[in-house]
Antibody, heavy 118, light 111 residues
Framework: EVQLVESGGGLVQPGGSLRLSCVAS????????MTWVRQTPGKGLEWVAN????????FYVDSVKGRFTISRDNARNLLYLQMNNLRVDDAAVYYC???????????WGQGTLVTVSS | QSALTQPRSVSGSPGQSVTISCTGT?????????VSWYQQYPGKAPKLIIY???KRPSGVPDRFSGSKSGFTASLTISGLQAEDEADYYC???????????FGTGSKVTVL
């Protein structure tokens, strides 16, 4: 059974940083692209970033370019999202998901909540 | 890249059919046969129910079907059941710059 478990969310002040983690199990992690998607009540679902199997290609939504970095540790089946210079509008539930690139994003974690507030 | 447009809400009685539309542009829905649909219950993660316009993952009831014509994709739920009451989101691949564009979401209510 595919399992994705996120962690690392929390409350951070504007301008602060957080690193989200996602541990994967139940599938061969090195065979898949991986993606981060976020969800807010106001803006719905938004794709944030994805990363190729070997980490050699990474793509980001424009609003996070230069502030967020996606990475992976294939030896430990871990996916990361380093979020710097956080803004109020980055507040969301962040989901880690398996990405069959070019489609679909097929399995999702339970999400981790990021709150950005002073 | 703007979100794909979905109706805010759709409703139907048990046993009826409902259809949710998802309208995009020439750079997403119309350009690729990579439209997927997700079902989401409150407080839960989205679940894939349709991919590549009209394919169902294993375990998804055949009451759920997808189609596409031009700029608009559609999800039809036939024989509506109480358990189908949830939020539904479409998603389209949009090339290697915008990657994935999601719909605005539709709430399905079973009357």
């Amino acid at each position: 059974e595919v399992q994705l478990v996120e962690s690392g969310g929390g409350l951070v002040q504007p301008g602060g940083s957080l690193r989200l983690s996602c541990v994967a199990s139940g599938f061969t992690f090195t065979n898949y692209w991986m993606t981060w998607v976020r969800q807010t009540p106001g803006k719905g679902l938004e794709w944030v970033a994805n990363i190729k199997q070997d980490g050699s290609e990474k793509f980001y939504v424009d609003s996070v370019k230069g502030r967020f970095t996606i990475s992976r540790d294939n030896a430990r089946n871990l996916l990361y999202l380093q979020m710097n210079n956080l803004r109020v509008d980055d507040a969301a539930v962040y989901y880690c998901a398996r990405d069959l690139n070019p489609s679909p994003v097929d399995h999702w974690g339970q999400g981790t909540l990021v709150t950005v507030s002073s | 890249q703007s979100a794909l447009t979905q109706p805010r809400s759709v409703s139907g009685s048990p046993g009826q059919s409902v259809t949710i539309s998802c309208t995009g542009t020439s750079t997403d829905v119309a350009a690729y046969n990579y439209v997927s649909w997700y079902q989401q219950y409150p407080g839960k993660a989205p679940k894939l129910i349709i991919y590549e316009v009209n394919k169902r993952p294993s375990g998804v009831p055949d009451r759920f079907s997808g189609s596409k014509s031009g700029f608009t994709a559609s999800l039809t739920i036939s024989g509506l059941q109480a358990e189908d009451e949830a939020d539904y989101y479409c998603c389209s691949y949009a090339g290697t710059y915008f990657y994935y564009v999601f719909g605005t979401g539709s709430k399905v209510t079973v009357l």
